[in-house]
């Protein structure tokens, strides 16, 4: 397994960026979290195979109907706790 972190900025937040994550995630199986931060973006953390999270950062950089994308950082890592499910942070 592994895990990413991204951090997605742009237009992301009021926009069901986090909705369309989360939606995205559980359709290839993922678990982990989605959240605003403070300063307008967007972070996620998901745990996978390779292969699905490779897809899953495509999504990301797609957004929801409503987003513009203009940057997905991703950060590749071991995972440090495992998640059970996928979930919006409020």
Known sequence: MS???CI???IVQIVMYRS???RKALALGLKGTVRNLS????EVVAQGSKEKLEKF???LHEGSIFSRVDNVE???REPGIIFDEFRIIF
Do not use: M, P
């Open 39 to 42: 300063d307008g973006t967007v």
């Open 3 to 5: 895990e990413i972190k």
């Open 74 to 76: 991703v950060t590749w």
């Open 57 to 59: 950062i495509e999504n």
């Open 20 to 22: 369309f994550a989360e």
């Open 8 to 10: 997605v900025s742009g």
